[in-house]
């Protein structure tokens, strides 16, 4: 998955540091 944090692109899964 990529990066971002809190809520970059995905909703429900969230897989980012």
């Known amino acids: 998955a990529?990066?971002?944090g809190s809520?970059?692109?995905a909703d429900h899964i969230i897989l980012n540091p």
């Open 2 to 4: 990529g990066g971002g």
């Open 7 to 9: 809520s970059s692109g």
